[in-house]
């Protein structure tokens, strides 16, 4: 049976926990096959979210294969690219990821943000987008996060969705609509997949690009490192649409 590890993190989420909850328990109900593994981290959080995170009942749906940590740490509240925000983001989701052994007992890695809305297959169709698109390895795919359906769809996870070295801000391949999906140079989207292998190799969340040479998005970061360990399949699902509640772009 394959097992997925689903890790997320947490920061004044005490009103989304619920919906949170509802969203991933409908998806790991409908994803059969699959025995799931969950790690939640929170840090600095000024409402609720430590205590409802500890209350709600994770055990129903992972059994014994949970866990939740919290800490005060006293960082700053960020909305946008500083370093500090990136390295803290980097670091929140170390400590989701290895808070126990559960990454070294599972196949897959599955980042979920603590802000998405998504149908109940969109993680069935991604555990299941190698077999069905019959590639020979995928790495890396994730689903597709839309700022705007109005004319055009637009790309919200501009800063990690890059299309080539190139690029630091990018956005969806032209012939998004028309395509089932894409190869592309960087993504995260939100909702994303990553095999544990390289994590199992040493590999770790950081903020440091050392190609670029500076701080950069966590999220295109760690594709960039799964690169240098020679996992480089990296995939968008453009058919698995998912959208945040928060309005705008995530930066």
């Known amino acids: 049976m394959m097992k997925i590890l689903i890790c997320s993190i947490f920061r004044n989420s005490e009103t989304d926990l619920e919906l949170f909850y509802e969203y991933l ?15 939640a981290y929170e840090n600095d959080s000024k409402d609720n979210t430590a205590t409802k995170l500890y209350s709600m009942d994770w055990k129903s749906l992972f059994g014994s294969r949970y866990h939740i940590q919290t800490e ?3 960082t ?10 990136v390295r803290n983001l980097a670091n929140a989701r170390n400590k989701a990821l290895f808070a126990k052994d ?7 890695v599955l980042q979920v943000e603590s802000d998405v809305s998504y149908k109940p297959s969109v993680i069935r169709n991604l555990v299941n987008f190698q077999k069905k698109h019959s590639l020979d390895r995928v ?15 637009v790309c919200r996870d501009i800063w990690a969705t890059r299309r080539t070295s190139d690029e630091e801000w990018g956005g969806f391949h032209a012939d998004f609509t028309t395509t089932p999906y894409g190869k592309y140079w ?9 095999k544990a292998d390289a994590f199992k190799k040493g590999l770790e969340w950081s903020a440091w690009n ?23 399949s990296i995939y968008i699902d453009h058919t698995q649409i998912i959208t945040h ?7």
């Open 25 to 39: 328990a409908r998806a790991v109900q409908k994803t059969p096959g699959v025995e799931f593994f969950f790690s």
């Open 72 to 74: 005060e740490l006293g």
């Open 76 to 85: 700053k509240m960020y909305c946008s690219t500083e370093s500090d925000r």
């Open 102 to 108: 559960f990454y070294l007992q599972v196949d897959y």
């Open 139 to 153: 790495d890396i795919v994730s689903a597709a996060s839309m700022a705007s359906f109005e004319s055009d769809p």
């Open 186 to 194: 960087s993504t995260f989207n939100g909702l994303i997949l990553y």
């Open 210 to 232: 050392p190609r670029l040479e500076k701080w950069d998005c966590d999220t295109a970061v760690i594709c960039e490192n799964f690169r240098k360990f020679g996992y480089d």
């Open 245 to 251: 509640w928060k309005q705008g772009f995530g930066k």
